[in-house]
């Protein structure tokens, strides 16, 4: 039977970067995803290409991972970003006194800042608020949230990894206290299976706790959902966000031919079953549009609920508080051999989350390999389908 | 305000002799789409419902179905905003299936890629907006989100399985619109043969379905017109 | 020609002729296409029907007489008008489909399509008139 040094369970942006950090390092990989690649919270995120602005005054440490990651991936995705830059925004007094925080907390993250007069910001953006004070200048970039996690899956699927998608995890392996494997049932045909794999990455996000059950393992993931709008119609070309601490409807992200506005935050159990209140679709036209009053007006194009794979104790209730940063585990300190996990982030941290965790893989199955997903230019999105 | 809604859903596993209908009844309510249904389905009823899907707001371009007869992106479907108490859930056509409501996307790409059209492109939006500094001018993604709709409603793409088919040949046409890293002659050159832009035989069915302003109809005639134009001047003896 | 996979699919074969004719929730276009083929071929066919008659003028006068009285039932009146609106809708969407085709009015097709169809509605009002009146 065939065996795989590692085997990923989860199609998302984190099992895709680590896929190819893996493939590159020449390693046996494999993956499994009970859906299509990206069906979970990678493809539905607003599109925001940090700069870590958002981080800078709390989160320093998420800062800091953002602006790196940012300029790294702008380096080996070239064709993936609307390089545009973005803008926060202050339109109280409020938000101009913490203008001054921020600038300060970018300044020491080493985010660029450039401050914009009221008629300058409005010169570059005119959909602004006529409210507006002043505007800070970041290196903020959009992308399509599949597309940009695809390039990982294709250069992966180029360099050797294998896909399993439409296979869903029954079970985990185990002889002793050692993962050996896991028991899949593809869905094209029904046909259950076992794959072997000296070490087994569970990064399924706000799954992954579903699979450390499985295991036995504690894993303190809180799926955190989150309520998004699209709006028909670019209403600003750069990224648009508040500058506000962290909050509710914070950010308007154009997209192609639309502009999203994001987001909410709550805590749910269930990652399968996350609904969409009413009342956070009306928060996010209440939010976007004291910075862009157009929001109001422009024609509705969808509503929907993604859940953040958020690290925390089970118990912290709306999901503010929890850092944005990622952690990997490796469970052997629970008594388990052989498997590890992999969760939080964001997908703009996705390929240093995969270096961390492909460094933990490698040290554990003794490989000596360096990564190498910091210069290897990646191939299209459209390789997944083509290669 | 919640509806049962019964939904006829396609199904076919590997190995099957042929494919069948299930049928399900799910509660919608006003904000349900047909996509949230089809995941309802999976999580309550039948995890083994095959779907793709990704963004959940028509700028990935996975989860697109027919329904009730009609290509559309489920993502922006509204259950109740069709009106019928049966909804008819099927996977596009004219592209090899796989199992229940995913079909095999290779052919389409492989046809897409094949026009080589840069992804970003300018964007036109806000017209008179100066681009901040540092950034030489505003840039988008191009409108296309390769969700094969166009190919399952053209009705020359069910009779000629060789037809490069209405958005490969759109995004030959913005190539040669702007060109970007080229001149687009390739494009043009590729498009100019039986199953290429001569085969289109005018139904607009493309451009009736395409959720994201592509106008594949459009571009096909352009790139007629273009190479009409190049061999009338070429009759003539003008070189261009 | 180029290395692409086919569009057949095997689990759901198509009939290329329900490909064309099958206008379920299809929109105006695919209806226009489904008519011009369908008038089309009726043309092609009336063409022959119209050669063979003209045979019977070789075989002498009793023949063409007999059928010039069938000619004149308003049962093959009727059909005339049907023939009538064949070459008129055929020849007009064909005006359409030809500048369309070249690159030229695509954006205001629809607009076009009904334009010549209006166009073509008065003709076949004034040629069944005629058809039956004179």
């Known amino acids: ?387 | 305000m919640t509806k049962e809604i019964t939904f006829k859903v396609f199904r076919y596993k590997q190995g099957d002799p042929a494919p069948h209908y299930d049928r399900f009844t799910v509660p919608c309510d006003e904000n349900t789409t047909v996509l949230i249904a089809m995941q309802d389905i999976r999580r309550d009823q039948d995890p083994t419902l095959m779907l793709r899907h990704s963004c959940h707001h028509a700028s990935c371009g996975t989860c697109g179905m027919r329904i009730n007869g009609k290509e559309e992106l489920s993502c922006v479907v509204k259950v109740l905003d069709l009106g019928t108490p049966t909804v008819t859930v099927e996977p596009l056509e004219n592209l090899p299936l796989i199992s229940d409501l995913v079909v095999d996307m290779t052919g389409f790409y492989q046809r897409y890629t094949a026009a080589r059209m840069p992804y970003i492109r300018q964007s036109e939006f806000n017209p008179g907006a100066e681009p901040p500094e540092g950034i030489d001018r505003y840039t988008r993604y191009e409108n296309c989100i390769e969700c094969g709709l166009c190919l399952s409603a053209c009705p020359v793409a069910g009779s000629d399985a060789e037809y490069l088919g209405p958005a490969a040949m759109a995004a030959a046409w913005r190539a040669v619109e702007e060109p970007r890293n080229g001149d687009g002659k390739h494009a043009l050159n590729w498009v100019d043969n039986e199953h290429g832009c001569w085969r289109c035989h005018i139904a607009f069915e493309c451009s009736e379905v395409c959720p994201s302003n592509v106008d594949p109809a459009a571009g096909i005639m352009n790139l007629r017109r273009k190479l009409t134009g190049s061999s009338l001047l070429r009759l003539f003896g003008i070189k261009r | 020609m180029q290395d692409v996979q086919s569009t057949q699919d095997t689990v759901r074969p198509k009939r290329p002729l329900l490909a064309w004719f099958d206008v379920r929730s299809r929109k105006l276009g695919s209806w226009a296409f489904a008519l011009n083929r369908l008038t089309g071929l009726g043309l092609v066919l009336y063409l022959f029907l119209h050669l063979v008659i003209l045979s019977l003028l070789l075989r002498g006068e009793a023949g063409w007489d007999a059928f010039i009285k069938l000619a004149r039932s308003p049962l093959f009146l009727l059909m005339d008008a049907v023939l009538i609106f064949g070459i008129i809708y055929h020849g007009l969407n064909g005006i359409r489909v030809g500048m369309v085709g070249l690159g030229y009015g695509v954006r205001a097709q629809r607009g076009l399509f009904w334009t010549l169809m209006v166009i073509g509605a008065a003709l076949l009002v004034a040629s069944i008139w005629l058809v039956f009146t004179i």
Request: proline share 5%.
């Open chain 1, 1 to 387: 039977m065939k065996s795989y040094h590692a085997l990923i369970i989860g199609g998302g942006g984190t099992g895709g970067a680590l896929a190819h950090d893996l493939a590159l390092r020449g390693l046996k990989v494999t993956l499994v995803e009970r859906g299509e690649v990206t069906s979970g919270t990678t493809g539905r995120h607003h599109g925001l290409l940090h700069s870590g602005g958002r981080y800078a005054v709390k989160d320093k440490e998420s800062a800091v991972e953002c602006i790196e990651e940012n300029l790294i991936l702008r380096k080996v995705m070239p064709g993936t970003f609307e390089e545009n830059d973005g803008l926060f925004v202050a339109i109280t007094e409020e938000d101009v006194e913490y203008s001054r925080l921020f600038i300060e907390g970018c300044t020491d993250c080493g985010i660029p800042t450039h401050q914009l007069t009221r008629e300058q910001a409005l010169a570059i953006e005119p959909n602004l608020s006529p409210n507006l004070i002043l505007a800070v200048q970041i290196p903020d970039a959009t992308m399509d949230a599949m597309r940009m996690a695809l390039r990982f899956f294709a250069t992966a699927k180029h360099n050797g990894a294998e896909f399993k998608t439409y296979t869903e995890v029954l079970d985990v392996e185990k002889t002793g206290g050692t993962v050996t494997g896991v028991r899949v049932v593809d869905h094209r045909s029904g046909k259950e299976s076992v794959i072997n794999a000296d070490i087994v990455i569970n990064a399924a996000g706000p799954w992954s706790g579903k699979v450390a059950d499985m295991v036995g393992v504690e894993v303190p993931i809180r799926p955190s959902p989150g309520v998004m709008l699209a709006l028909e119609g670019r209403l600003c070309n750069m990224v648009i966000n508040r500058m506000t601490p962290s909050g509710d409807g914070d950010i308007v992200v154009p997209q192609r031919g639309l502009s999203v506005i994001g987001t909410s935050s709550w805590v749910v159990d269930d990652p399968d079953n996350l609904g969409l209140p009413s009342d956070h679709i009306e928060k996010m036209y209440a939010e976007g549009e004291k910075m862009i009053p157009a929001v109001r007006k422009a024609p509705f194009r969808a509503a929907w609920s993604a859940a953040r794979p958020l690290i925390g104790p089970r118990g912290a209730d709306t999901g503010r508080e929890l850092s944005r940063t990622f952690k990997c585990f490796d469970h052997v300190d629970e008594g388990v051999e052989g498997f590890v996990t992999i969760t939080g982030g964001k997908a703009t941290t996705a390929r240093g989350m995969a270096e961390a965790t492909a460094n933990v893989v490698c040290q554990k199955l003794g490989v000596d390999a360096p990564c190498r997903t910091r210069e290897v230019v990646m191939l299209p999105h459209t390789a997944y389908f083509t290669g």
